[in-house]
């Protein structure tokens, strides 16, 4: 089947009735890459750059993440890379750094939250960045964005270090897009309006799933609620892709659930313009896409959504696939 798999390395990813997508592959860091490209990656569509933090005993310096960035894009050879800012708390601890207390750190000081408070983490990474980006096609992307007002001001802390950085001298691309993560329900909710701002979106079904359901991803004693088919995270989903085409702006999607069999054809039916996944999976995840239809699956994605159960779904998309 591997074999079978490799004539797709170099082919599109399109449905039947000739609807393209993009099928991209997530990272940890440079050692990725190549894996990414071997599989037929289109591009990254998640690079956790928390692995550059926790793999250090401080935190890394302009210069040092500037070559990391720099060398993912340049190792992707102008493919597309969406780098996420810094996404540590939760479960991501730092040696070199002391979180608060807090009796929930999951809906605590993270992400996001973290670095628009300690601006100046932010700014190092951001400058990094925006250095970087002219080796490549760059996408920026914000963690656990749950307000309008949160990506704002992630955004204007950016756009002040590109213009410092254009002050200084130092070329900068003038085609990096900034979007964001769709995680928190609440994004997913107001999704047209975020997408009034945000260059594009990328649905993290992992901690979207975990807050929408109110299950700690990591505990095995309520996993039976972590459910990627409840016709209640597809709506969620589906509100996402609505709001950011309304606008005219891409959705991917780079949880887990992006490269799962029976979510394919219900991820093209509502629209998903890019799917970012472990490498592995890209190659299977072309030869689904390739042979299904978009039309039928936006039927098929429509009569999803009215179901009441996850079990319900995936006995019906297994259904319609096997027909
Ligand atoms: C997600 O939440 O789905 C995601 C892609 O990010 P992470 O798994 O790193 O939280
Ligand atoms: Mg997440």
């Not at 270090?161 to 691309?173: P, T």
């Not at 003038?174 to 309006?193: K, R, T, Y």
Request: hydrophobic share 45%; glycine share 8%; aromatic share 8%.
């Amino acid at each position: 089947e591997k074999e079978a798999l490799k004539v797709l390395v170099n082919a599109k990813s399109i449905s039947t009735d000739g609807h393209e997508v993009e099928l991209a592959g997530n990272i940890g860091g440079i050692k990725d890459v190549e894996g990414v490209l071997k599989n037929g990656g289109e591009g990254v569509g998640l690079f956790r750059t928390e692995f550059l933090y926790m793999d250090s005993d401080h935190f890394p310096t302009e210069d040092e993440q500037f070559e990391a960035y720099k060398a993912v894009l340049e190792g992707m050879g102008g493919k597309k890379v969406v780098v996420r800012t810094l996404d540590i708390g939760g479960d991501k601890k730092l040696k070199y750094f002391t979180f608060p207390e807090e009796m929930n750190p999951f809906l605590g000081y993270r992400a996001i939250r973290l670095c628009l408070d300690r601006t100046d983490i932010f700014r190092t990474q951001l400058r990094a960045l925006i250095r970087a980006s002219v080796y490549g096609k760059l996408c920026i992307m914000f963690p656990m964005i749950a307000t309008v007002q949160e990506f704002c001001d992630a955004k204007a802390i950016y756009e002040e270090e590109k213009a410092n950085l254009i002050k200084e001298g130092v070329a900068v691309a003038d085609n990096i897009e900034v979007g964001m993560m769709v995680e928190i329900p609440a994004a997913a909710v107001l999704a047209d309006q975020f997408a009034k701002y945000a260059d594009f979106f990328s649905i993290g079904t992992n901690d979207l799933i975990q807050y929408s359901m109110a299950a700690d991803r990591m505990s095995e004693h309520v996993s039976y609620l972590y459910q990627p088919y409840n016709p209640a995270v597809l709506r969620l989903v589906k509100m996402t892709i609505d709001g950011a085409h309304k606008e005219g702006k891409w959705a991917g999607m780079c949880g887990a659930m992006a490269g799962e069999e029976y979510a394919a054809p219900i991820l093209l039916g509502l629209g998903l313009d890019e799917f970012s996944m472990s490498a592995t999976q890209i190659l299977k995840a072309r030869k689904i896409i390739n042979s299904l239809s978009k039309k039928e699956m936006e039927e098929v994605a429509a009569e999803a959504l009215n179901k009441q159960t996850a079990d319900e779904v995936l006995a019906f998309v297994k259904e319609k696939l096997a027909k």
